[in-house]
């Protein structure tokens, strides 16, 4: 049985940081690919980081890239996402996903999602 638990999120003001991360159980996060997703209500899920270790690939959304970065630990089985320079429309629940398939330069089809760590950047 794959768990994946988020924790870390919380309240920032604009242009501070966080790192979230993503313990994960039943499934080694140094197999396959491993993402990071946000999402607010009324829209849709957007994927704002990938990795596979393997694979030596890592992507990030144009929205993200140059502030965010994802991480593993494999001796502790987490994933982690940190986030600088935020803005307020990064808020939003963030989710991280496990054991995707790579497609092109990200990763996609995802078998495994946790519930979500919430962030909230206010101006």
């Known amino acids: 049985h794959v768990q994946l638990v988020e924790s870390g999120g919380g309240s920032v003001q604009a242009g501070g940081s966080l790192r979230v991360s993503c313990a994960a159980s039943?499934?080694?996060?140094?197999?396959?690919?491993m993402a990071w997703f946000r999402q607010t209500p009324g829209k849709q899920r957007e994927g704002i980081a990938a990795?596979?270790?393997?694979?030596?690939?890592?992507n990030y959304a144009d929205s993200v890239k140059g502030r965010f970065t994802i991480s593993q630990d494999n001796a502790k089985n987490t994933l982690y996402l940190h986030m600088d320079s935020l803005k307020p429309e990064g808020t939003a629940m963030y989710f991280c996903?496990?054991?995707?398939?790579?497609?092109?330069?990200?990763?996609?089809?995802?078998?495994?999602w946790g519930r979500g760590t919430q962030v909230t950047v206010s101006s």
């Open positions: 996903a496990a054991e995707g398939v790579i497609s092109g330069t990200s990763c996609v089809g995802f078998d495994h």
């Open positions: 039943g499934y080694t996060v140094s197999s396959g690919c």
């Open positions: 990795l596979h270790t393997g694979a030596g690939m890592t």
